[in-house]
């Protein structure tokens, strides 16, 4: 099964400063979609952003950009201009072949005023 | 759009006793989802339909837990017994399961389960 890590359990970042939150993955799939999710404390999880591992290009939402080195295995989110809504809980996954998504054990996010 | 709807949102119980959760999905959403999620942990597939057949229960703890998807829409997720351990937040989520961005799945609210 593929396992996804996410080293950091908490991070903080100063508002309007820019956080990278880390993930790794192991697989030996070579067609992979990759995920973060964002589970504030209502505990609704929406979607941040997405990257097709077939895409070389980094994929970009707003203030939210990925760092997908595909070599390394690695899918790191940079969040930009960081505002208190930001606050959350975050999570990389990870989509294979097999359709199953494999959640990390996520990064609790803290913007300070 | 309405998005996911799951109720109850919250449920306590004692150990050994019975609980039902249910899901709405998006509507045309043909893929759902049940996830287990423990507190500090990220979400566990328990079981994933496609329309009203199950794509994927390798996770599911068969001996006291079973879901249905009826008609290919809502779906219920049942414990029988639970247990102490079960205590955790159960998602359900959707996805349209077709198309390039057909894999984004939707979360509902989830359900906080307490066993006592």
């Known amino acids: 099964a593929q396992t996804v890590t996410q080293s950091q359990p908490e991070m903080s970042v100063q508002e309007a400063e820019t956080v990278t939150l880390s993930c790794t993955y192991d697989t030996s799939e070579s067609d992979y979609y990759l995920f973060w999710y964002k589970q504030p404390p209502s505990r609704q999880m929406i979607l941040v952003i997405r990257q097709e591992a077939y895409k070389q290009q980094n994929a970009t939402e707003n203030r939210f950009s990925v760092n997908f080195q595909k070599a390394a295995k690695s899918f790191s989110l940079k969040i930009s201009d960081s505002q208190l809504g930001d606050a959350a809980m975050y999570f990389c996954a990870y989509l294979g072949a097999g359709n199953q998504f494999y959640f990390g054990t996520g990064t609790s996010l803290t913007v300070i005023p | 759009e309405a998005g996911v709807a799951q109720s109850p949102r919250y449920k306590i119980i004692e150990k050994r006793q019975s609980v039902a959760f249910w899901c709405n999905p998006i509507s045309g959403h043909a893929t759902l989802y049940w996830y287990q999620q423990i507190l500090g942990q990220g979400p566990k597939l328990l079981i994933q339909f496609q329309n009203n057949g199950v794509v994927d229960d390798s996770q599911l703890p068969k001996d006291r837990f079973s879901a249905e998807r009826l008609k290919g829409v809502d779906s219920t997720l049942k414990i029988q017994p639970a247990k102490l351990e079960d205590s955790a937040v159960y998602l359900c989520?959707?996805?349209?399961?077709?198309?390039?961005?057909?894999?984004?799945?939707?979360f509902g609210p989830g359900t906080r389960l307490t066993v006592l």
């Open positions: 989520a959707s996805s349209l399961g077709v198309g390039v961005t057909g894999n984004e799945q939707f």
